[in-house]
Every structure is written in C-alpha cells, then in structure tokens.
C-alpha cells in the first residue's frame, strides 16, 4: 500500500506526522496547530480544537471541533515523539509550529524515496487526508462515520467517498439471512401505522 510505503520511507523526524495526516485524516493547518494537550493518548483520542494557516490561528474549517479516534500505531509512534520544545506536537527545533513551506520539501523528498508519483501536478499534504477518507470508505466504515472523523460539514462533501464503498446496499440486505435476535418477531415489529399499510 502506497502509504506504507511513504511512512516507512520517511526520516524519523517527519514519520509521526506523516502518519497523522494518513492515519488520522487531518487538514494541514490542523497538523501545524495541533498541541500535545489535544491528545489523550490512554484513551487513543486526538481533538481537533485549532488550525493555524499562514501564521493565523482559528477554528479548524466548518469552525467546529472534532474528535478523532487513533489506531494503536498512531498512539505508539506519538507517544515515542514526544519532545520538550513546546506545546506543539509537530514543530521546528526552536519550538514554534510548523510552516507549509517547511512542510513542503520533507513530504517531496519522501514521495521521491518512496517511488510514489502522480502523472500530473505534486502530491500534496491534502492528498494525505483524501487517503484517509479514501481508506475508510474502501473498508466499508459508513459515510456519516467518515464525515464525523473528517470534520466535513455537510455529508455531501463526504459523497465523494460513496463509490468507493463496498455494495453496502447488498450487505445491508444480506443481514436479512441471518437468524433474527430474539425479541425481532412480527408481533413486536408491528407498528402503530401497520393498519395503513404504510
């Protein structure tokens, strides 16, 4: 998979944030401005409280905060970054947050080392997260779960995920070919407006 291979090909440095932006699905600024008291690793939880582009610190865009759960290997490789030179979680040695600009060559170098490339036009940080979405979908995680993790505002910016996703109508339906629970007969299913035929 082409984004294990970019992890793996990256410097030690830049790997933790590579693998937020695949595993977690954040927007660049929500990279730059994301702080080590957003994380509450022991419950594998990052918050999306903040973005910072071109130096302007707001509310990640929609301006709504999120949560967003993390895989195992994402807590294990934030828990090995952490570091003493502020409240960034990903920053420049001097503490201050990162800048697009100095974001920009590492994630070309990587690309490169990883023999990943695009026939027109660079991958960029933003691609990260469509892979993110893109993956999700792919395994089936239902379009309003996507949305939610994503921080998408409505759920026709996360459609764009739809025909990625397994036949969910088919897997819906297969369901009904299972035994039903217990308390899922006719008599208790019966609605008030069964009479209506509705």
Not at 49 to 58: C, L, N
Not at 109 to 132: C, E, F, K, P, S
Not at 187 to 193: C, D, L
Request: some cysteine.
């Amino acid at each position: 998979m082409e984004a294990e291979r970019l992890v793996s090909a990256a410097d030690p440095e830049w790997r933790p944030v590579l693998l937020v932006a695949v595993k977690a699905g954040l927007r660049q600024g929500e990279l730059v401005g994301l702080q080590w008291n957003d994380l509450d690793l022991p419950r594998g939880t990052l918050h999306v409280r903040r973005t910072i582009w071109r130096g302007v610190e707001g509310l990640p865009k929609g301006g709504r905060e999120r949560s967003v759960e993390l895989p195992a290997s994402v807590v294990d490789a934030l828990k090995s970054h952490r570091h003493l030179r502020g409240r960034f979680v990903f920053c420049q040695k001097n503490g201050e947050h990162l800048t697009p600009g100095r974001m920009a060559g590492p994630l070309r170098r990587t690309l490169r080392d990883a023999g990943i490339a695009r026939a027109v036009g660079q991958i960029g940080w933003h691609d990260l997260r469509h892979t993110y979405g893109s993956h999700l979908a792919m395994n089936g995680v239902p379009l309003k779960v996507i949305q939610e993790l994503m921080g998408h505002a409505t759920i026709e910016m996360t459609m764009r995920y739809a025909h990625l996703s397994p036949d969910s109508r088919r897997s819906a339906v297969n369901v009904l070919d299972r035994p039903l629970a217990p308390a899922c007969d006719i008599r208790a299913t019966r609605g008030e407006g069964a009479a209506n035929h509705s």
